[in-house]
Antibody, heavy 121, light 107 residues
Framework: QVQLVESGGGVVQPGRSLRLSCTAS????????MHWVRQAPGKGLEWVAV????????YYAESVKGRFTISRDKSKNTVYLQMNSLRPEDTAVYYC??????????????WGQGTLVTVSS | DIQMTQSPSTLSASLGDRVTITCRAS??????LAWYQQKPGKAPKLLIY???SLESGVPSRFSGSGSGTEFTLTISSLQPDDFATYYC?????????FGGGTKVEIK
């Protein structure tokens, strides 16, 4: 069955960096786009970034563009989110998620359990 | 960016009620809309994609409709497991956006 396991969350000071990882299993990783979606405490869902199935295309929410970088390693079935210049408003649970459609970027059918990132001094 | 506006933000309903949630897009998104259900402390669950297609394993009491800028999610007969928060999400372009959510509470 499809599994997505995030890691790398924690407490970090404003202005510092953090890298999240998400290891996938149960499907052909190289066939699907992968997303990061976050949810601030008590708030709604916010889409963060997507990387295409082949890694050639990456798109970001305006709120993180220029600070966050999404990447993937097909040899490790892993997608990453490098977060630089972190701000208190980046505090959230970060979900790794799989696109529903092969070789496209559409809706999301599988989600990880989430990893909490807290940006605080 | 395309903005997604959901209404109402909170909805109180009883078991067996027919419930309708509305999602409006700031510009036309054709049928490129999904609906998710989220329970506290859990990841969201996909219910509907392409505006009206039911995801596998989702009960048939859930249905979606609409195109262009106005969409609805309908629960035909509210069940105990349906009390949750619901989100719409557009994927007309590569910059996905979610609606603000609708919390369905017990009346």
């Amino acid at each position: 069955q499809v599994q997505l396991v995030e890691s790398g969350g924690g407490v970090v000071q404003p202005g510092r960096s953090l890298r999240l990882s998400c290891t996938a299993s149960g499907f052909t990783f190289s066939n699907y786009a992968m997303h990061w979606v976050r949810q601030a405490p008590g708030k709604g869902l916010e889409w963060v970034a997507v990387i295409s199935y082949d890694g050639n295309n990456k798109y970001y929410a305006e709120s993180v563009k220029g600070r966050f970088t999404i990447s993937r390693d097909k040899s490790k079935n892993t997608v990453y989110l490098q977060m630089n210049s972190l701000r208190p408003e980046d505090t959230a649970v970060y979900y790794c998620a799989r696109d529903r459609t092969m070789a496209a970027m559409t809706s999301i059918d599988y989600w990880g359990q989430g990893t909490l990132v807290t940006v605080s001094s | 960016d395309i903005q997604m506006t959901q209404s109402p933000s909170t909805l109180s309903a009883s078991l067996g009620d027919r419930v309708t949630i509305t999602c409006r897009a700031s510009q036309s998104i054709s049928i490129w809309l999904a609906w998710y259900q989220q329970k506290p402390g859990k990841a969201p669950k996909l219910l509907i994609y392409k505006a009206s297609s039911l995801e596998s394993g989702v009960p048939s009491r859930f249905s979606g409709s609409g195109s262009g800028t106005e969409f609805t999610l309908t629960i035909s007969s509210l069940q105990p497991d349906d009390f949750a928060t619901y989100y719409c999400q557009q994927y007309n372009n590569y910059l996905l956006t979610f609606g603000g959510g609708t919390k369905v509470e017990i009346k």
